[in-house]
């Protein structure tokens, strides 16, 4: 008797390696294809950055992987981050005021 093939494992069930993620510096493409995907990506790579080591992350890691990502998701993980843990910000402000400079004359516009 053969069984069927299993469904696939939905994203928000699968383990996503940020840690290999942030030595590469790659985020795989199918975490940016959509909107939902990107969105459940930052969601889950917050938590990551939250829950680590404050020092196994560093800012040039974080910031090529955040590039890699449209602005809008740029400023999500920032707002998350905040929302998530606003003494945080902190640790990451050298980063956040990097982001947010590129989007200074957008802001105003």
Do not use: N
Request: glycine fraction near 2%.
């Amino acid at each position: 008797m053969s069984s069927a093939p299993p469904d696939p494992i939905p994203f928000a069930a699968q383990s996503i390696p940020f840690w290999e993620y942030l030595e590469s510096g790659k985020v795989p493409e199918e975490f940016l294809a959509t909107e939902y995907m990107t969105q459940q990506f930052v969601e889950r790579l917050v938590h990551y950055v939250l829950c680590v080591p404050s020092k196994s992350v560093s800012m040039p890691q974080l910031s090529k992987i955040l590039e890699q990502m449209d602005p809008k998701k740029q400023v999500y993980f920032f707002k998350r981050l905040k929302e998530t843990s606003p003494h945080s910000l902190k640790e990451f402000a050298p980063l956040y005021y990097g982001f947010m400079a590129e989007f200074h004359p957008l802001l105003f516009t």
